[in-house]
């Protein structure tokens, strides 16, 4: 399998972006939601400039509301209700939802199962990236290194085994088998001992979730978008160095606060080989992992100037603090561009044959 690396925007705009309606979805249940909230609102901010230049018919925004039902615009409904208008309406759902059922592949399975095209990746891809045990068994048995590590269902039964299998002089990662965005993650990880991992796999399971423990790996901490649909060459944009404040981590607030961690893209200090290697891997996960449109793939670079893998998103943030926006502009493709780049891979593969 070939990969690439993105230089510039290879396709253009469809002919069929000046008509379609987007429909941004955003908000939800999960842990994510104020994150989903900010990117849906910068989403929905860029279509309606593009909508204004011609460049798109029409946009607006839904929110799935913490109670299950539906805002379409400002009417509130049910979320059948909601649905049956989204098929008159809109052409293509942006799904700016990030965690829980709106990136797990439960929304995507019901607006496929009501004929509504939207955006990223169908239910398969995003089920089995949501579940980071079921993606990294993928990355190990494909030659993509993922850190030592096992999955804890019951903290004491298993607390003395665990303790012989991962010794480690770094300490350990504690992650809900399905979270996201580090929201847990920062008041769980890292524990540098005994007590600490234990107090940590207590938190990570009160919601009802495995946990993951993985060795931690001292190194670099980047991430890597990559662009493109099932049958088409994945393409990488430049990954971001990320530098967090020292004796931090990667965590909720260092990710989303103004005076957070240090995002430097291109990379300041990866080697150009260690550069290629990770875009190589962050296309290869993509690929295998069945993504469409877009996603995000995380690593720490350790020594060797090799990749491990940390988690692949599905459905990356797209706030002024995230990631992927900065990767994009690093090869010349503004913010907009970005978002009518990922309403028109819904319109190509509807074009080619796939499911829109």
Known sequence: MSTGVLERDPAGEPRELAACRVAVLMGGRSSEREVSLASGAEVLRALSRAVAQARLGGAFGVSLEPDGGWTVDTARSEALSALSRLRQEAD?????????????????????GAGIAHTGSGVAASALCMDKQATRALARATGVRVARGRLVARWAAERA????????PTGWFVKPRHG??????????????????????????EGGDDALVEERIDGIEVSCGVLGNRGEEPRALPP??????????FDYKEKYSADGAREVCPPETLSPEAVARVQHAAARMHALCGCDGYSRVDFIVAAGDEPVLLELNTLPGLTPRSLLPKEAAAVGMDYLELCLWIVGAVLRR????GAA
């Open 161 to 168: 085994e665990l303790l012989r299998e991962l010794p480690s």
């Open 180 to 205: 996201g965005s580090s929201v847990a993650t920062s008041a769980l990880s890292p524990a540098a001992d005994a007590a600490a991992l234990a107090a940590a796999l207590d938190l990570a399971q």
């Open 240 to 249: 971001v160095e990320i530098r967090p404040k020292p004796g931090r981590f």
């Open 92 to 112: 293509v759902c942006f799904l700016a939802l990030h965690g829980g059922e709106g990136e797990d592949g439960s929304l995507q399975g019901l607006l496929a």
């Open 350 to 353: 509807a074009r080619h044959g």
